[in-house]
Nanobody, 119 residues
Framework: QVQLVESGGGLVQRGGSLLLSCAASESRSSIYVMGWYRQAPGKQLELVASITTGDSLNYSDSVKGRFTISRDNAKNTVYLQMNSLKPEDTAVYYC?????????????WGQGTQVTVSS
């Protein structure tokens, strides 16, 4: 079981920046993608950004040009740099890791970190 621990959330004003970190308890070659999801009150969980083992990046349209996902393999850590934050970015942000083996895949989730952007 891989444990994911997020940090870096908080309260920031419109236009500000935050850096989220997600530290994995171990490195596994079978984990082929890691990402950040968010869930705002009353809304569905949505993918914010993801990065594959081949460094392929994917962003939701709402954060393109403002957020950057990256990782440090030596630290088993994935980051989400969030710039030009807007009140609509307010949500609980969850780190995700997807593992694949024997034709199956499954997800690991962090506990979530609150991001609040004031206007």
């Amino acid at each position: 079981q891989v444990q994911l621990v997020e940090s870096g959330g908080g309260l920031v004003q419109r236009g500000g920046s935050l850096l989220l970190s997600c530290a994995a308890s171990e490195s596994r070659s079978s984990i082929y993608v890691m990402g950040w999801y968010r869930q705002a009150p009353g809304k569905q969980l949505e993918l914010v950004a993801s990065i594959t083992t081949g460094d392929s990046l994917n962003y939701s349209d709402s954060v393109k040009g403002r957020f950057t996902i990256s990782r440090d393999n030596a630290k088993n850590t994935v980051y989400l740099q969030m710039n030009s934050l807007k009140p609509e970015d307010t949500a609980v942000y969850y780190c995700n890791a997807r593992e694949q083996a024997f034709g199956r895949s499954w997800d690991y989730w962090g506990q979530g970190t609150q991001v609040t952007v004031s206007s």
